[in-house]
C-alpha cells in the first residue's frame, strides 16, 4: 500500500470519524471506501466490475476469493 497525507476541515474531519465509528471500520478503509465511489472501473481485470457493489462484512482469504470469483483456484 501506498501512504499520503490529506487535509480536511474540522467538520469534515468529525463526521468522516463518526460514520467510520458507525460502520465498525477504520478511519483509513472509510476514506478508501469513499475514494472508490469516484475511482473509474478498470474493465480489464473481470471483477471490477463489482467493485464496491457487495459487502458481505466477512474476510476472504485470496484462494476462497479466487474460487468464488473465477470459478477455480
Known amino acids: 500500500m501506498?501512504?499520503?497525507q490529506v487535509s480536511f476541515n474540522k467538520e469534515e474531519?468529525?463526521?468522516a470519524k463518526k460514520l467510520a465509528k458507525?460502520?465498525?471500520?477504520?478511519?483509513a478503509e472509510?476514506?478508501?471506501r469513499?475514494?472508490?465511489?469516484?475511482l473509474p472501473v478498470n474493465n480489464d481485470v473481470p471483477?471490477?466490475?463489482?467493485?464496491?457493489l457487495v459487502e458481505s462484512g466477512k474476510s476472504y482469504?485470496?484462494?476462497e476469493f479466487d474460487e468464488m470469483v473465477y470459478g477455480s483456484k
Open 34 to 38: 469513499a475514494l472508490l465511489n469516484f
Open 22 to 27: 458507525e460502520n465498525g471500520i477504520s478511519l
Open 2 to 4: 501506498i501512504r499520503t
Open 47 to 52: 471483477w471490477m466490475k463489482y467493485q464496491g
Open 30 to 32: 472509510y476514506f478508501r
Open 61 to 63: 482469504k485470496k484462494e
Open 13 to 15: 474531519y468529525q463526521l
